[in-house]
């Protein structure tokens, strides 16, 4: 990553209140305690070797490679030649920085290696792969490599193949022939490594159709029809939604159409049969489409420059009904199906991992705009700005807490005051404030794409179009995860103080990880609510303030330079003196045995 364009978006963060968009310092997709799966074999492998990275996801398979460095996602590629990619980056095996020495520190990073392959039959083979740089990711620079290494006799690495950093291209395919009879041993092996910058999800190579075989044509055969994105989502905006709320009112939640990505990989166009079924949480099949038969064809064209949509180029979308998912029991909070689309082709048996995709549609507690990946981080950079996302509430119902789920980058915010914060809409943009929180600060969560919940003292009854988000009470960025994958921009507005616009800088479009929760709360952050009544008044404030804490308490009130102004014990109440206070905005925190909550003191 160029540092230089770092230190020129510090230098505006300073100077110029607006909208920033920066890369990531850590990988919060990758769950710390994920499980790779166990492969235990001494015997070298037979050709052909083959993966498209298409059938699991996080970390490469074991039965082919032997390190765990790469990022194995759906998330990052622009235009893949079929679903999923290894991404190469500036992070370790479990998403974190290599090395945080300084933010210029550059070096090795990854390495996928091949489990040792049996050559010594062979006179030559042809090692081919296809290689995209940056996708929705950072873009390397010119001191970046990617690189591939073969091992030869000798037990050496030899660099066959590399290449420097270069700006966001179409996958292109790479073809070595390997016919030197230092490589063609028993236990020959291959790697691709890449030399990065190690301080952050930085400089980006997605890896894709790695191939190795001595069958010339099958080299040249680039004959597949492919899912392309991970799309299956069959409701309305939200990829998820509380289950109540579904199930009482499916009109309102149910999309029409399931639009569905495919790639035709072949030179002319094919006649494809596609099916989906759903399955519940006990494996049991309860919907088939399409209900008139066992699957339904098109003819899919020969890509070009854009994937085929069935929503957009078939003559007939793929339809969904009310009832693909069926009605339970009244008491239930919470469900999952899964749902299998299959392409029936005539790829070449080798290719066709990539011909089902499998989507679990989540029902819970919360309204989730987001897919659940964060590839960037959001945030506004003034004292008093405000980020408000538009949700749509069918049901009548009490909001107890939001998720949001933040990203830990350089500028440190974990002591960065915000609210948050309810609007009613008017004509699609916020308008009147209904609600605002105690103070919080950003949380980090040390699991897979984690959300902190942050839990109302004031849970509040909403339905219909309501806006929710936070006010900030610091000029410094506050680093909500953006979703570059799942696009709501037309939901997404930010007050600078002069008014609402619509979140729209050059890198904006995406989905803020926001998430209103109803019904039951997770088990940690019951343990955060507020159980006695904390009230501040008059607040605006000019001459004096009450505080009422019902429990015996350590009253401290802060600046927003972060400095104790005031600090006081007491059992029940305290009546402050405001005539040394400047005019501005002050943070009371309370502080009891088991409690600590915060609130916004405006001094007039």
């Known amino acids: 990553m160029n540092r230089l364009i770092v230190v020129l978006i510090l230098i505006c963060q300073i100077s110029v209140a607006q909208e920033f968009v920066n890369p990531l310092m850590y990988n919060s997709q990758i769950p710390q305690s994920f499980p790779r799966s166990a492969f235990e074999s001494n015997t070298p492998l037979d050709l052909p070797f083959y993966d498209d990275f298409s059938d699991y996801l996080v970390y490469p398979k074991s039965s082919h490679w032997l390190d765990n460095d790469v990022f194995v996602n759906r998330n990052y590629p622009i235009n893949p030649l079929n679903i999923g990619v290894a991404t190469f980056d500036g992070l370790d095996s479990i998403g974190s ?13 990854d390495f996928l290696t091949s489990r040792p392959i049996d050559l010594s039959n062979s006179s030559e083979v042809y090692l081919s792969f296809y290689l995209q740089s940056t996708g929705i990711g950072n873009e390397p620079e010119s001191n970046d490599i990617f690189m591939l290494e073969c091992l030869d006799t000798d037990l050496i690495w030899q660099t066959v193949w590399d290449t420097t950093g270069y700006s966001l291209s179409d996958f ?23 030399e990065a910058t190690l301080s952050g999800n930085f400089d980006h190579w997605h890896l894709d159709n790695v191939l190795l075989t001595n069958d010339l044509s099958l080299s040249n055969d680039i004959e597949d029809l492919a899912f392309v994105y991970e799309t299956s989502q069959m409701l309305n905006f939200y990829t998820s939604i509380p289950w109540t709320h579904f199930d009482q009112n499916r009109a309102a939640y149910m999309a029409s159409t ?12 094919q006649s494809v049969d596609y099916t989906y079924d759903i399955y519940t949480q006990d494996n049991d099949l309860i919907f088939h489409y399409p209900s008139t038969g066992p699957s339904r064809n098109d003819e899919i064209p020969a890509f070009q420059t854009n994937n085929f949509s069935y ?8 339809t969904v009904g009310v009832s693909a998912f069926p009605s339970t029991s009244p008491g239930l909070k919470s469900n999952s199906f899964t749902i299998v689309q ?23 507690n919360y309204y989730a705009l987001d897919d659940g990946s964060a590839e960037a981080s959001y945030g506004i950079n003034v004292e008093g700005g405000m980020v408000a996302m538009l949700f749509n509430i069918s049901e009548y119902d009490t909001l107890k807490a939001v998720q949001i789920h933040f990203e830990e980058n350089y500028e440190d915010s974990d002591g960065q005051a915000f609210s948050i914060t309810l609007w009613n809409s008017e004509s699609g943009i916020p ?27 004031s ?29 709501n921009n037309d939901r997404m507005f930010y007050n600078l103080g002069a008014g609402w616009n619509q979140s729209n800088c050059a890198d904006c479009d995406g989905t803020w990880m926001i998430r209103p929760v109803f019904g039951s709360l997770t088990t940690s952050s019951i343990d955060n609510v507020l159980t006695t009544y904390f009230g501040v008044y008059p607040n605006p404030a000019s001459t004096s303030v009450s505080i009422e ?22 059992d029940d109440r305290h009546n402050i003196d405001l005539q040394s206070f400047s005019k501005g905005i002050y943070i009371l925190e309370i502080q009891s045995d088991y409690q600590k909550h915060r609130k916004k003191l405006v001094v007039q």
């Not at 790479?174 to 890449?194: E, S, V, Y």
């Not at 929503?311 to 793929?318: N, Q």
């Not at 299959?342 to 990539?354: H, M, Q, R, V």
């Open 549 to 570: 804490f019902e429990e015996p308490h350590t009253l401290s009130v802060f600046n927003l330079s972060g400095k104790q102004v005031y600090k006081k014990f007491s």
């Open 342 to 364: 299959s392409l029936a082709t005539d790829d070449n048996d080798l290719f066709k991992t990539n011909d089902t995709l499998k989507y679990v549609q989540h029902f819970d």
């Open 172 to 194: 292109e395919k790479i073809i070595i022939t390997l016919d030197d009879n230092a490589f063609l041993h028993d236990t020959f092996q291959f790697r691709f490594h890449n």
């Open 258 to 269: 399931m639009d569905t990505w495919v790639r035709n990989n072949y030179s002319t166009t």
């Open 459 to 487: 849970p509040i009854s909403v339905s219909g179009s309501v806006f929710i988000g936070w006010e900030q009470y610091y000029d410094e960025i506050i680093n909500v995860g953006l979703d570059k994958n799942t696009i």
């Open 97 to 109: 920085a290599r090395n945080l020495a300084s933010e210029t520190v550059h070096g090795p990073s």
């Open 431 to 457: 308008s009147d404030i209904i609600y605002q929180s105690q103070i919080f600060y950003p949380q980090y969560i040390d699991v897979k794409n984690g959300f902190y919940e942050y839990v109302l003292e």
């Open 311 to 318: 929503s957009d180029d078939s003559p007939a979308a793929i």
